[in-house]
Nanobody, 124 residues
Framework: QVQLVESGGGLVQAGGSLRLSCAAS????????MGWFRQAPGKEREFVAA????????NYADSVKGRFTISRDNAKNTVYLQMNSLKPEDTAVYYC?????????????????WGQGTQVTVSS
């Protein structure tokens, strides 16, 4: 079965950086688009970034453009999210997700497989 395991979350001061990783198993990773989403307490799950299976198509939410970078290593079955210039409003549980059909879609309903999430807390 598909398993996605996120790591790299933690507590960081505003302006700092974190790098999230998502290790995938149970799927042909190089055939899947991968996405990162986040959910803050009391809020809807929102799109953060997505990358196509080849890495050739990348999408970002406007709120993270210029600060976050998504990348993938198909040899390691891993997708990354480099987060720089973090703000308190970036505080959320971050989830990675796998999409077998898309090329970097932004709607969470398009992603049938999800990880358990990793907490990112940015202090002011």
């Amino acid at each position: 079965q598909v398993q996605l395991v996120e790591s790299g979350g933690g507590l960081v001061q505003a302006g700092g950086s974190l790098r999230l990783s998502c290790a995938a198993s149970g799927l042909t990773f190089s055939s899947y688009a991968m996405g990162w989403f986040r959910q803050a307490p009391g809020k809807e799950r929102e799109f953060v970034a997505a990358v196509s299976w080849s890495g050739g198509n990348i999408n970002y939410a406007d709120s993270v453009k210029g600060r976050f970078t998504i990348s993938r290593d198909n040899a390691k079955n891993t997708v990354y999210l480099q987060m720089n210039s973090l703000k308190p409003e970036d505080t959320a549980v971050y989830y990675c997700a796998a999409d077998p059909y898309g090329s970097g879609r932004t709607a969470h309903i398009d992603y049938p497989a999800w990880g358990q999430g990793t907490q990112v807390t940015v202090s002011s």
